[in-house]
């Protein structure tokens, strides 16, 4: 009876962190809270939590937190997430809920509300990482495009993106329209243009190629995503009757299933 009480005192524990963490129902996503309990991720960077406390309930959400990163890593191709050397998850509130370079993730967990936006995070941010990191150049020459003070060099894969829609990194073509874009936040800059895209290309390809009928620009960047980024793979192929939405934000949008890729 001890040894009962004992593993019931804990499934409701759990319950009750999952509860806490996402404001949709547990049946909505059970395909994404089984791996729980595979706590390595299929990755060989650094990894490191802060603020989480040494109590079962922070040590379960830190490991629900942990299975949402690995399923989204899973359902990528290995090249993409290979630039990444350091992933930090922040248990605390922040105004921006990913921060990345070319080489770092932080994730301030506080200010993610369920599993599906903790994905949509990540990927985003991922996006910054294959922009940023595995698609840039090493010895073009400078083009109009920087990060920051960093320049993008000409043979960066990049460039061929960001030109669809912009002159330099925060100036948007002349004729530019927001259905030229897959949501209102891709028009800040050339690099939120990629990671948006680079996230509703992985997570939502039936809303991708609905958008595509309103601009040619928008069928552009969806065949750069298919060719130079995921090899030619589409997803969500059965789903093709969908609604044309405008979004402001991509990684807000639900999640159906996050299916592992084949080939890492």
């Not at 000409?154 to 829609?165: N, P």
Request: charged residues 25%; hydrophobic residues 40%; proline residues 4%.
């Amino acid at each position: 009876m001890p040894m009962l009480l004992c593993f019931c005192f804990m499934i409701l524990s759990l319950l009750a962190v999952i509860n806490s963490f996402s404001t949709t129902p547990l049946h909505a996503a059970p395909q994404r809270l089984t791996p729980l309990i595979q706590r390595t991720l299929p990755w060989t960077g650094h990894f490191s939590a802060r603020n989480f406390k040494k109590t079962r309930t922070d040590r379960l959400r830190l490991s629900f937190v942990k299975a949402q990163v690995r399923n989204s890593i899973l359902a990528l191709p290995k090249w993409h997430t290979d630039p990444l050397t350091t992933l930090e998850i922040r248990n605390e509130s922040n105004i921006s809920r990913g921060l990345s370079s070319s080489k770092k993730i932080i994730l301030h967990t506080n200010s993610i509300d369920t599993s599906d936006e903790l994905q949509g995070v990540f990927i985003h941010e991922l996006g910054h990482i294959v922009d940023l990191g595995a698609l840039k150049g090493k010895r073009g020459s400078r083009t109009k495009f920087q990060d920051g003070k960093n320049p993008v060099l000409s043979d960066d894969l990049s460039v061929r993106f960001y030109e669809i829609s912009w002159t330099s990194a925060k100036t948007q073509k002349r004729n530019s329209q927001r259905v030229d874009f897959v949501s209102g936040y891709a028009q800040a800059d050339c690099f939120e243009d990629f990671a948006e895209s680079y996230l509703m290309y992985r997570l939502h390809g039936e809303n991708f190629r609905a958008l595509t009928q309103q601009s040619p620009l928008l069928q552009k960047k969806y065949n750069f995503m298919k060719t130079h980024v995921f090899g030619n793979i589409e997803f969500d192929l059965e789903k093709e009757d969908v609604a044309l939405t405008a979004f402001f934000d991509t990684t807000l949008l639900p999640i159906d299933t996050l299916q592992v890729l084949a080939k890492r």
